[in-house]
């Protein structure tokens, strides 16, 4: 389940498979980028996180990639399960110490089992 | 303890009243935020605080008075709000500003009658 670059709202997958999740940032003074999970009537759940040095992070089933050149950030979810269905977001900070986060629109993940 | 809790989880209120909702951490943050978010839309920086100070007001109308009593706390008092404040308003903390983890709330759906 993905569609490469392309930020899409939604984005349903079979159980087992793989997900892809895009997002387009705005900024390119922006030095770290977090990916957050929101489930239905819960606030956002930090995912995984990377610097802008980085071009790739990898955490337990889920790897974020970096492209700086075209301010792109994508969330890989291995074996997707039905638990993983929510909303994610990516969020930029470009104002270091400031405690600032700008969220990118989510993107809804549906998991049929 | 890892949690934020919002009190209440919901609000109905009219216009011309005066509410609050309440926020709480036990992780000796001493960064906190608050977030509105409409339905299907990213979360948006309205307030934060880093030990106890005003740290990012993010032109956010009067009619939003945010407080924070100590460390643990984190108000919003609201008075003469309109039917498009209307949202869920999150709670979260950091570790200190230049910390970019943030621990979110369940929020308070609040709306404006």
């Known amino acids: 389940g993905e569609s490469v670059g392309l930020h899409l709202p939604t984005l349903s997958v079979q159980e087992g498979d793989n997900s892809i999740i895009n997002c387009a940032y705005s900024?390119?003074?922006?030095?770290?980028f977090i990916w957050y999970k929101q489930e239905s009537g819960k606030g956002p759940q930090f995912i995984i996180d990377i610097r802008s040095n980085m071009d790739k992070r990898q955490g337990q089933r889920v790897t974020v990639l970096l492209n700086k050149t075209v301010k792109h950030l994508s969330l890989q979810i291995a074996a997707t399960q039905p638990g993983d269905s929510a909303v994610y977001f990516c969020a930029e900070i470009w104002n270091t110490n400031a405690g600032k986060s700008t969220f990118g629109d989510g993107t809804t993940l549906t998991v049929k089992p | 303890d890892t949690e934020v809790t919002q009190t209440p989880k919901h609000l109905v209120m009219g216009m011309t009243n005066k509410k609050s909702l309440k926020c709480e951490q036990h992780?000796?943050?001493?960064?906190m935020y608050w977030y509105k978010q409409k339905a299907k839309k990213p979360p948006e920086l309205m307030f934060v605080y880093s030990y106890e100070k005003l740290s990012i007001n993010e032109s956010v109308p009067s009619r939003f008075s945010p407080e924070c009593p100590n460390s643990s706390l984190l108000n919003l008092h609201l008075h003469a709000l309109q039917p498009e404040d209307s949202a869920l308003y999150l709670c979260?903390?950091?570790?200190?500003?230049?910390?970019?983890?943030?621990?979110f709330g369940p929020g308070t759906r609040l709306t404006v009658t």
């Open positions: 900024n390119s003074a922006s030095d770290y």
């Open positions: 979260a903390s950091s570790q200190g500003l230049g910390s970019y983890e943030q621990y």
């Open positions: 992780m000796g943050h001493r960064a």
